[in-house]
């Protein structure tokens, strides 16, 4: 894709840095932007962009969560492009800098392990295509906590209601009782009525039995089975108001609003595996036969922490929806997300989690794997379509990135900062003395940045004012067509510097 005069400049850039107190700076770059809808991964929760505010955190390629300093809008009329992969798709403007890996059309890139050599890149929205692969950050935010503490302040005539331990400790019992909860578990917080209880299907005894194990050695209180055949289910009641209450703060009310707590989040990997236990066993299915695995909920909320979960286990699911429907017998279903496991590796790393001894026999294609720090997982499309209305972006401090549910973004466009330093030749003609650069962009943007400041230096003003695009990519043995505009930034950045050093003298 580029000459070898650009990867040398990529590699090893001149000129890099800033001056202090220079004579003129020229400051240029792209706006980029996301429809307002997008959903932002945020510490607790994801959250529309268009709903974030300066403070909140939100998570990076760095896989940490950094913060929001400035959330810029503006109207925008042009086209869009909706980016999709197996986590599911994110609309964005055309220059906006996605984490990805560029995937030549040759025959020998076919195979995952030479696609295992490429780079990771920021690469702008409108470079990419069907095929190339997008690099998603695994969160390592870290925090362990041992135990949590529950006040429990009654009404004052209440002598009925048993207090439950008011240090509950975090263990692998508690956690795969709350996977349990998630899963299969409601409660009532009525005065006349206050339960939570555990829908299990007959042939889950092992379950309910473990549950009424948990609460009876955690919190001292004796849950009741029921038995209803007629619906083929098994029911575990457990009656305590505090206990109620202690899980509707910990994870909501009703099916659809369900979610972890924050901290449950930021517990150690080998520590979730306990809770992802509870929640695969208690509503999730995995088929040896034919291998997969698939976990379904009605909690967009859930969905999306049960991906970083999964993630955080070397596991990479694909997201699906299941649209509002009424079945042939006149159950009304809400939406749903499905979240599927397919791939062999996967499937290992949740079989290992459940118990299970499984291991796939037959090799197939991979198009999802992991390393350290990231997934690696296809572009499966890429739409574009016009639009007119408002845009939204994150000015995000540290990382300057932030991820949505499928992709991880650049909080701006190529960015260059051209500073100046004039001086005078023999005749007494202006000149650039110094001139430095700071360029955050593709390897493009560096490139044609770094030629810049080699071929204006020492160069007299009207001159460097005649340096375009052409003379830039000449002399780095061309630029590819959609990447031209690299050079034209360059070119305005010195142009600007220029006008903002004259602009000084004139006052």
Not at 52 to 69: C, F, M, Q, R, S
Not at 99 to 107: E, F, G, M, S, T
Not at 156 to 173: A, L, Q
Not at 265 to 284: N, R
Request: hydrophobic share 35%; proline share 4%; net charge positive.
């Amino acid at each position: 894709m580029y000459s070898e005069k650009v990867m040398k400049e990529f590699r090893r850039p001149h000129n890099i840095g800033e001056i202090k107190n220079p004579d003129g700076l020229g400051k240029i770059g792209n706006p980029v932007c996301l429809v307002p809808e997008t959903k932002i991964h945020a510490n607790d929760e994801f959250t529309k962009i268009d709903e974030i505010t300066a403070g909140i955190k939100v998570l990076g390629h760095d896989g940490l969560y950094n913060e929001v300093v400035r959330i810029p809008k503006r109207s925008y009329s042009g086209k869009l492009l909706s980016i999709k992969n197996k986590l599911g798709k994110t609309i964005v403007t055309p220059e906006h800098e996605v984490l990805a890996v560029k995937v030549p059309k040759r025959w020998k890139y076919t195979f995952s392990r030479n696609k295992k050599t490429l780079p990771i890149e920021w690469h702008h929205a409108d470079e990419l295509s069907g095929g190339d692969l997008s690099v998603y950050p695994i969160m390592k935010e870290e925090k362990n906590v041992e135990s949590i503490e529950f006040k429990q302040v009654g009404k004052k005539w209440d002598f009925r209601s048993k207090k439950i331990p008011e240090k509950i400790g975090i263990n692998d019992d508690f956690l795969r009782l709350a996977g349990y909860y998630l899963a299969e578990g409601g409660l009532r917080d009525l005065v006349t009525k206050t339960l939570v209880s555990f829908s299990f299907n007959l042939n889950e005894e092992d379950l309910a039995n473990d549950v009424v194990y948990i609460v009876k050695n955690n919190f001292g209180i004796e849950a009741k089975k029921l038995y209803v055949p007629k619906r083929n289910t098994l029911i575990v009641n457990v009656n305590s108001v505090w206990f109620v209450r202690l899980f509707k703060s910990l994870f909501g009310k009703g099916a659809a609003e369900k979610k972890l707590p924050h901290w449950m989040m930021l517990l150690p990997a080998e520590k979730q595996k306990s809770l992802i236990y509870g929640l695969w066993k208690g509503d999730g299915y995995f088929n040896e036969k034919r291998p997969r695995a698939c976990y379904a909920t009605i909690s967009y909320q859930l969905t999306q922490q049960i991906v970083t979960l999964l993630l955080r286990q070397k596991i990479a699911p694909s997201i699906y929806i299941d649209k509002p429907k009424i079945s042939k017998d006149g159950v009304k279903h809400q939406k749903a997300w499905r979240i599927h496991i397919g791939e062999r590796k996967g499937l290992e790393n949740l079989a290992k989690i459940l118990g299970i001894d499984f291991k796939a026999e037959k090799p197939e294609l991979v198009h999802s794997w992991f390393d350290e720090n990231y997934l690696y997982t296809l572009i499966t499309d890429i739409e574009k379509f016009d639009y007119n209305g408002a845009v939204v972006n994150l000015e995000v401090a540290n990382s300057m990135s932030y991820t949505t549910e499928s992709l991880c973004v650049h909080n701006c466009g190529d960015l260059m900062w051209v500073y100046i330093k004039v001086g005078k030749n023999k005749k007494g003609q202006e000149t650039i003395k110094d001139i430095k650069v700071k360029t955050f962009g593709c390897v493009a943007a560096l490139a044609t940045s770094s030629k810049l400041t080699e071929m204006a230096k020492g160069m007299m003003l009207e001159d460097a004012l005649k340096i375009n695009k052409e003379k830039i990519a000449k002399e780095l043995d061309g630029l590819p067509p959609n990447k031209m505009h690299c050079s034209v930034l360059a070119m305005d950045g010195l142009k600007r510097a220029i006008e903002d050093y004259r602009n000084k003298r004139k006052v």
